[in-house]
Nanobody
Framework: QVQLVESGGGSVQPGGSLRLSCAAS????????LGWYRQTPGKQRELVAT???????TYADFVKGRFSMSRDYVKNTVDLQMDMLQPEDTAIYYC??????????WGQGTQVTISS
């Protein structure tokens, strides 16, 4: 069983920045893919960014140029740097990994609120 714990959420004003971090119980190199998703009440969970084993990263159109996903080998974390945040970015953000057997594991989520 893979344990994922997100941190770094909070409340900022429009135009501000936050950095989310996801700590994994296993080596981040052991997973098929890593990802960040978000969800707001009444809506389906949506993909924000995903990173394959070789480091190739894909971003949702609505975050391109503003968000950046990375891996920290020393800390064994998957991070999401979020800049130029807007009110529509308000959501619960979830860390995700897929094993090589295509099992999905999720963190508990961290709240991000953008408000003036």
């Amino acid at each position: 069983q893979v344990q994922l714990v997100e941190s770094g959420g909070g409340s900022v004003q429009p135009g501000g920045s936050l950095r989310l971090s996801c700590a994994a119980s296993g080596s981040i190199f052991s997973f098929k893919s890593l990802g960040w998703y978000r969800q707001t009440p009444g809506k389906q969970r949506e993909l924000v960014a995903t990173m394959s084993r070789n480091g190739s990263t894909t971003y949702a159109d609505f975050v391109k140029g503003r968000f950046s996903m990375s891996r920290d080998y020393v800390k064994n974390t998957v991070d999401l740097q979020m800049d130029m945040l807007q009110p529509e970015d308000t959501a619960i953000y979830y860390c995700n990994v897929f094993s090589w057997g295509d099992s999905a594991f999720w963190g508990q989520g961290t709240q991000v609120t953008i408000s003036s």
